[in-house]
């Protein structure tokens, strides 16, 4: 049975930093692309960020650009998102999934074949 078990997120102040981590199990990690989402309070999901199967290809939404930083480590099944300079708009459940390919394509977001339960960022102001 496939399990996504994300953790890391918590209450931070703006401008400070939180990385989040996401580890995989039942499925073979490396054939997987990986992403991160987030839904803030009455807003629809949006993706953050993916990687490939290999970690050379990356994509991130404009509003994380330059402040997150997403990474894995196939050998031991973990997906991370380094978040920098938080911010207040940052605040929201932060979702870890697999994709459906092994690439950022994109279309990525709509390519989700597993998902995990979600760990909440708050940023106060």
């Known amino acids: 049975q496939v399990q996504v078990v994300e953790s890391g997120g918590g209450l931070v102040q703006a401008g400070g930093s939180l990385r989040l981590s996401c580890t995989a199990s039942g499925l073979t990690f490396d054939d997987y692309g990986m992403g991160w989402f987030r839904q803030a309070p009455g807003k629809e999901r949006e993706g953050v960020s993916c990687?490939?199967?290999?970690?050379?290809?990356?994509r991130y939404a404009d509003s994380v650009k330059d402040r997150f930083t997403i990474s894995r480590d196939n050998a031991k099944n973990t997906l991370y998102l380094q978040m920098n300079s938080l911010k207040p708009e940052d605040t929201a459940m932060y979702y870890c999934?697999?994709?459906?390919?092994?690439?950022?394509?994109?279309?990525?977001?709509?390519?989700?074949?597993?998902w995990g339960q979600g760990t909440q960022v708050t940023v106060s102001s």
């Open positions: 999934a697999a994709l459906r390919g092994a690439y950022c394509l994109g279309s990525w977001p709509l390519a989700v074949r597993y």
């Open positions: 990687i490939s199967r290999s970690g050379g290809s990356t």
